[in-house]
Nanobody
Framework: QVPLVESGGGLMQAGGSLRLSCTAS???????MGWFRQAPGKEREFAAA???????FYADSVKGRFTISRDNAKNVVYLQMNNLKPGDTAVYYC?????????????????WGQGTQVTVSS
């Protein structure tokens, strides 16, 4: 199975915006997809998820600022990140909920790619 590929990260000042992309394969089309982030020395943290029908779910820390979406025809999942804060600084990963269970737990996902670095300066 080819890993998912994350892209779109970069350096941004607080208050700015970035749009992340996760290029998947057709295999993931029926799975809930999630974005997780991991800062150095910390656990991988849930940010947002979206089920196969396009219903989104968000962590409290990003609610109102981030928007997750997916284009099933293109097998791409997006994370629009607005009003970025320094606390958003992390490597962002996407995965598919192939192991079932709650979308909240990283251990239920698979397919993680190399991640994309998001750095937000104050």
């Amino acid at each position: 199975q080819v890993p998912l590929v994350e892209s779109g990260g970069g350096l941004m000042q607080a208050g700015g915006s970035l749009r992340l992309s996760c290029t998947a394969s057709e295999y993931y089309r029926t799975y809930t997809m999630g974005w997780f982030r991991q800062a150095p020395g910390k656990e991988r943290e849930f940010a947002a998820a979206i089920n196969k029908n396009g219903e989104p779910f968000y962590a409290d820390s990003v609610k109102g600022r981030f928007t997750i979406s997916r284009d099933n025809a293109k097998n791409v999942v997006y994370l629009q990140m607005n009003n970025l804060k320094p606390g958003d600084t992390a490597v962002y990963y996407c995965g598919g909920l192939t192991r079932g269970g709650s979308y909240y737990y990283a251990s239920r996902y698979s397919g993680w790619g190399q991640g994309t670095q998001v750095t937000v300066s104050s």
